[in-house]
């Protein structure tokens, strides 16, 4: 059974920093490409990080773009999300995401497993 579990999500204030992780168990993870999502009640999950396969491999969204770092550990089933210099549009429940295959994914549909969601709150 596949289990990815976030963790890391509190209240921080604007400019502050925030660290997510996300472990997975129950699949190869090396063979997975990995994302973060993020939804705001009302809409749609949006595309905020991916890393492949090959962790020099990465993409982001135009709106993390320089702010934040995804990173992944496989000896640790683990990938990492730093959040730096957060502003409070970045409040939303934090997903990570688990896709199959070589090419990367930026839309929620892309990927076959799903964690339960991390709070990440930035007051202003």
């Known amino acids: 059974q596949v289990q990815l579990v976030e963790s890391g999500g509190r209240l921080v204030q604007a400019g502050g920093s925030l660290r997510l992780s996300c472990a997975a168990s129950g699949l190869t993870f090396s063979r997975y490409n990995m994302g973060w999502f993020r939804r705001t009640p009302g809409k749609e999950r949006e595309f905020v990080a991916a890393i492949g396969i090959n962790p020099a491999t990465t993409v982001y969204a135009d709106s993390v773009k320089g702010r934040f770092t995804i990173s992944r550990v496989n000896a640790e089933n683990t990938v990492v999300l730093q959040m730096n210099n957060l502003k409070p549009e970045d409040t939303a429940e934090y997903f990570c995401?688990?896709?199959?295959?070589?090419?990367?994914?930026?839309?929620?549909?892309?990927?076959?497993?799903w964690g339960q969601g991390t709070q990440v709150t930035v007051s202003s």
């Open positions: 995401a688990a896709r199959g295959g070589i090419v990367l994914g930026t839309t929620p549909s892309q990927y076959t497993y």
